[in-house]
């Protein structure tokens, strides 16, 4: 049986976790189905078909029963992420179940997005204000004091930064409105030494790392160090919750235990794992492959 890889032609996203998953893709007797998003060829006529070719390389059909969603890779601009947003979900549409569905990777990969969902769940999540109002976000940093601001769409700490005047703020949220970007403020919330990323498959934890911090940022890519982690009983529950809202089959669950409790940062719907790995000798990807595999079986 194929079994589908879904990421961008134009650039390797995370070559550990792609090969993590094409061995164990293999280890259990399949194929694999390298699916490029940004080659594909979706054609709707008497139904949909999804046709994928390379460059000028002649299109052959793209018929597997079950993908792994991986990456839509870089967009430059909103008609580039919409088509390869629905060139993914064509392929749902035309039978083939992908992790993470499509439609939930876009909510989980948004941080505004994700963040309604969590909060309409009811799981903790720190004092946010979102909005293309500089103004707006101005009053956010006056009324949260030390604040980080984000972009809604990122990864691995970049682009994220801390301020505790509005005034200073405001010189950067100009810049952004004349970008057109929205304002992404959220109260800074004291994490001591570091917080922790919970690792949810098919609606159990896998396993957990605490990212010891080098300053205040707490991505590996940052410069924290991860170590094995034990979570508590409320910790996996609030993970596998958190999973569970986004509708995901699978993901990192960012969580902190601040003064007041536990607080959930983020959900990643296509979290790399080297660093887990190392940390804990966990490897995820079987476990990915595995929850595919079930899901096939219903």
Do not use: C
Not at 38 to 63: N, T
Not at 199 to 217: D, Y
Not at 266 to 289: D, H, L
């Amino acid at each position: 049986m194929d079994i589908g890889l879904i990421r961008p032609y134009e650039v390797e996203f995370n070559p550990g976790d792609i090969a993590d998953l094409e061995a164990a893709i293999a280890e259990r007797g399949h194929r694999v189905a390298r699916i490029y998003v940004d080659m594909l060829e979706v054609r709707v006529a008497d139904g949909i078909k999804i046709r994928q070719g390379v460059g000028r390389g002649e299109p052959k059909d793209v018929d597997v029963p079950g993908a792994i969603l991986r990456h839509l890779g870089i967009f430059r601009d909103f008609e580039q992420f919409s088509y390869r947003v629905f060139a993914a979900r064509a392929l749902e549409l035309s039978g083939t179940v992908v992790i993470n569905p499509v439609m939930s990777w876009l909510v989980a990969s948004d941080k505004m997005a994700s963040l309604l969902y969590l909060a309409k769940a009811g799981l903790p999540t720190p004092p946010t204000v979102v909005s293309e109002n500089m103004f707006a976000a101005y009053r956010a940093v006056a009324e949260f004091g030390e604040s980080v601001v984000k972009p809604l769409r990122g990864s691995m700490g970049y682009g994220v930064f801390r301020v505790g005047d509005p005034d200073v703020a405001m010189h950067v949220f100009s810049m952004l409105v004349n970008l057109n970007k929205p304002m992404y403020v959220q109260k800074y919330l004291e994490k001591g030494e570091g917080d922790y990323r919970v690792v949810v498959v098919g609606g159990r934890v896998i396993g957990a790392e605490f990212r010891r911090a080098q300053g205040w940022k707490t991505n590996v890519a940052q410069g924290a160090r991860p170590e094995p982690a034990k979570p508590s009983g409320e910790m996996e529950e609030l993970a596998v919750r958190a999973v569970g809202a986004l509708g995901l089959e699978y993901g990192g669950v960012d969580i902190a235990e601040t003064k007041d409790g536990y607080v959930i940062f983020e959900v990643n719907p296509t979290m790399s794992w080297q660093g887990f790995k190392a940390a804990t000798g966990i490897n995820p990807a079987p476990y990915i492959v595995d929850r595919l595999l079930e899901l096939l079986k219903k």
